[in-house]
């Protein structure tokens, strides 16, 4: 008989930072570099991309119990509060 594996939960989850362009790429980036913040941020999560795109984004970070923080223009994010309050209900 095999011994079962005891799954561990993450102390500190990963902060990942999603924005727009790479306007927002380049200032996390060196404020990550000069201050020494502690977050993942990856070009390919600042591409030229769509709502649906930024959500699936989302939903795989918080699967990874990770925190997800989105940069969006404003126009962009009300469409995304509405994308999010209608899968919720």
Known sequence: MARR??????????????????????????LKLLNGYN???KPR??????IDDIQRQVERV?????????????????SFCVSISSTLL
Do not use: M, W
């Not at 005891?6 to 060196?30: S, V």
């Not at 999560?45 to 769509?50: D, K």
């Open 45 to 50: 999560n600042f591409a030229e991309q769509n």
């Open 5 to 30: 594996i005891k799954e561990r939960k993450l102390k500190n989850p990963a902060i990942t930072i999603i924005g727009e362009g790479a306007t927002e790429r380049y200032y996390f980036t060196h």
């Open 39 to 41: 977050y993942v941020c």
């Open 62 to 78: 918080l699967a990874d119990d990770g925190i997800a923080v989105c940069v969006l223009y404003p126009k962009v994010l009300s």
